[in-house]
């Protein structure tokens, strides 16, 4: 089925470990996301590719990095784990940023920092 | 104040009730709104964009009023299927939110027999 695919879905770290999440969609969407959610929190945006080659910075990028790789794929890399970064982790993607047509999401990674 | 702001609930409402929303939005210069539902455990999922004219969809009938910078979603004769937690969604405008989906924290909803 088309959609967005990420991987893993589980994965627990010590502090200070690195890990990248991958994200892949085959929509052929140009704007990709990273969001992550924590109770009571809502969905905050990590960091987003409005389109392939472009990066920019979201409401709370600290702490990550993010390629766009090509059209189909984007990651999110944690340089050195925290346990403030324990969280579900959330890649989407759109049409073009700003579209009025929704965010298709992935089914989210759930990431344990201990 | 947060851009985008709900009741988080949780609302627990018997099969066949009628349960409204609510949602108030911070930017007046969004441009676009939607309703998404998440599942316990799962992604999002879009359920209906918001039009300035309100829009109907089925049994949900969602609201816009722009001068009051206001969204609603309103579910009739509900099912113990719609239970999930609904999430008010505003396309940001502006700083860093510009272009960029913005979340409500979701409204728990509990439809039980």
């Known amino acids: 089925n088309a959609g967005v695919t990420q991987t893993p879905k589980f994965q627990v770290l010590k502090t200070g470990q690195s890990m990248t999440l991958q994200c892949a969609q085959d929509m052929n969407h140009n704007s990709m996301y990273w969001y992550r959610q924590d109770p009571g929190m809502g969905l905050r945006l990590i960091y987003y590719?409005?389109?392939?080659?472009?990066?920019d910075k979201g409401e709370v990028p600290n702490g990550y990095n993010v390629s766009r790789l090509n059209k189909r794929e984007f990651s999110l890399r944690l340089e050195s784990a925290a346990p403030s970064q324990t969280s579900v982790y959330f890649c989407?993607?759109?049409?073009?940023?700003?579209?009025?047509?929704?965010?298709?999401f992935g089914s989210g990674t759930r990431l344990t920092v201990v | 104040r947060k851009e985008v702001e709900q009741d988080p609930g949780p609302f627990n409402v018997p099969e066949g009730a009628t349960v409204a929303f609510n949602c108030t939005y911070s930017?007046?210069?969004?441009?676009?709104f939607f309703w998404y539902r998440q599942d316990c455990r799962k992604e999002p999922k879009l359920l209906m964009s918001?039009?300035?004219s309100g829009n109907e969809d089925g049994r949900f009938t969602a609201q816009l009023n722009r001068a009051s910078q206001y969204i609603s979603l309103l579910i009739r004769d509900s099912k113990l299927s719609d239970s999930a937690t609904y999430l008010c969604v505003v396309n940001g405008a502006g700083g860093t939110s510009y272009g960029k989906l913005t979340f409500g924290q979701g409204t728990i909803l509990t439809v039980h027999p």
């Open positions: 930017n007046s210069a969004s441009q676009s």
């Open positions: 590719s409005a389109s392939e080659g472009t990066t």
């Open positions: 918001v039009y300035s």
């Open positions: 989407a993607s759109s049409e073009v940023v700003g579209g009025d047509y929704g965010y298709t």
